[in-house]
């Protein structure tokens, strides 16, 4: 008999996030944390201190030193330019009336002003915040100060939905689909089943997950609110049921089915529950991903022969292929800006990830070590999260775009799998923002 348990309680972090490789020359930052006298303030901002400088170094783009904790007067500054630090931030809290705080954080460009004046830094940030959301404070700080340096969102304070598959001795698996932060900790598993869960797909807002289920011995595509729990059952044709992917107004799904014994990409009207036909033909169509503009669809096909990646154009209903180089080409995704396109990738019998530039048409492998797959890209389009190998246990992987930074996440209990990452969480960060004046 199956068991379908939903859990929306928090449980203890089951994954750790590890950096194995960064990049050579990485960005030097000063970075510190300062109460003014109080031993709570002092406290709060060790607290903060730590887990933002841990944000940043995980990056893999910065070398992060440890400043003053108070704003350095004139004659310091020069030390720190011989040491060779690019960018430095303060963040200075002060304890307000019941247990909330009031924060600054002062952000200095030093390769834009070499004669800094600490009087004027580049961007002045307040927020307020309670002791219980430091963590969630820490990581809208790290946000704040990885786009006062790149230009680009940071992508802290987003989540992972992934499966944690456990095999028990004696009395067969447990598969559990999971919410932790971007790092792996504070996971929650909102769904257990002894049937497989498989390719979770956030919603655009960040509200909801979709995804398949086995359970009943068949797969099913359901639609799960995260803050509730309620879900509904979005299709379970006989037959393939599979691989929904979120169109830009969260009004549409698109998601496989073996129609009339042919598997297709087909949208789901998520209101009136109609099913379109996206795809047609006799070959096998699986794996859409709608681009973030809402004008197309990339998906897997096999009507060239072996599998490689097409986009379909909503207007014209026209696909067009897309992937050339090797003999095998699935699993897109695209990146946020619709420049790049990441994708398994198999050449001469060997496996890997690559990115092609959809401009130029040019590919780059970014990870090989193979045993990659179900790739996803980060809301900032920076990373790329896949599952992998490490020894007998799933895994998840990061790459950077570039192929230059990688991490993996392993799991404590279990093999991890099927990673998807959410969108943006502005929400958190509005939540805390005071003001921000940029000079």
């Not at 019941?98 to 927020?127: C, H």
């Not at 498989?198 to 011995?217: I, Q, R, T």
Request: charged share 20%.
């Amino acid at each position: 008999m199956l068991i379908t348990v939903f859990f929306i309680n928090v449980t203890y972090a089951a994954l750790n996030l590890e950096l194995t490789q960064g990049i050579y020359g990485s960005m030097p930052v000063m970075f510190s944390v300062g109460g003014d006298s109080s031993y709570e303030e002092h406290a709060v901002a060790e607290k903060l201190n730590k887990a933002i400088a841990r944000d940043l170094s995980l990056s893999g783009e910065f070398k992060v030193s440890q400043g003053d904790p108070f704003i350095p007067s004139m004659d310091k500054i020069s030390q720190i330019q011989k040491n060779g630090i690019t960018y430095v931030g303060f963040l200075r809290i002060k304890s307000d009336d019941g247990g909330s705080y009031t924060a600054t954080l002062l952000f200095y460009d030093l390769m834009i002003d070499n004669n800094v004046d600490f009087t004027r830094p580049k961007v002045v940030t307040r927020y307020k915040f309670n002791e219980a959301d430091s963590k969630d404070f820490a990581h809208v700080c790290a946000d704040d100060l990885y786009k006062y340096i790149t230009g680009d969102d940071g992508v802290f304070n987003t989540k992972l939905a992934y499966v944690v598959h456990k095999k028990r001795p004696g009395m067969g698996s447990i598969y559990s689909l999971e919410i932790s932060s971007y790092d792996g900790s504070d996971s929650t598993s909102i769904l257990e089943s002894y049937e497989p869960i498989m390719s979770p797909s956030w919603s655009n807002d960040g509200s909801k997950l979709a995804y398949v289920s086995f359970e009943g011995k068949k797969s099913s595509v359901f639609v799960q609110n995260i803050a509730t729990g309620h879900r509904e059952k979005i299709s379970d044709i006989n037959g393939v049921n599979g691989s929904p992917s979120w169109s830009k107004d969260d009004l549409t799904l698109a998601v496989v089915l073996s129609d009339a014994g042919f598997t297709k990409v087909h949208a789901v009207d998520l209101e009136t529950k109609n099913v379109s036909p996206l795809t047609d033909g006799y070959s096998i169509d699986t794996e859409p991903e709608w681009s973030s503009d809402g004008d197309s669809l990339y998906f897997t096909s096999n009507r060239g022969g072996k599998p490689q990646i097409y986009k379909y154009n909503v207007a014209s209903k026209i696909a067009d292929r897309v992937t050339f180089k090797g003999d095998y080409n699935a699993s897109p995704v695209l990146s946020p800006d619709l420049k790049y396109l990441v994708f398994m990738h198999r050449e001469g019998g060997l496996f890997s990830l690559a990115s092609q530039d959809l401009h130029k048409g040019t590919m780059k492998i970014i990870s090989r070590n193979g045993s990659e797959e179900s790739p996803d890209i980060s809301p900032n389009g920076r990373i790329v999260v896949y599952a992998s190998k490490y020894g007998s246990r799933g895994v998840l992987g990061f790459v950077s775009l570039d192929g230059n930074i990688h991490w993996r996440l392993p799991a404590v209990n279990g093999s991890v799998q099927e990673p998807s990452w959410s969108p943006f969480m502005h929400n958190k960060r509005e939540s805390f923002l005071l003001d921000e004046t940029k000079i």
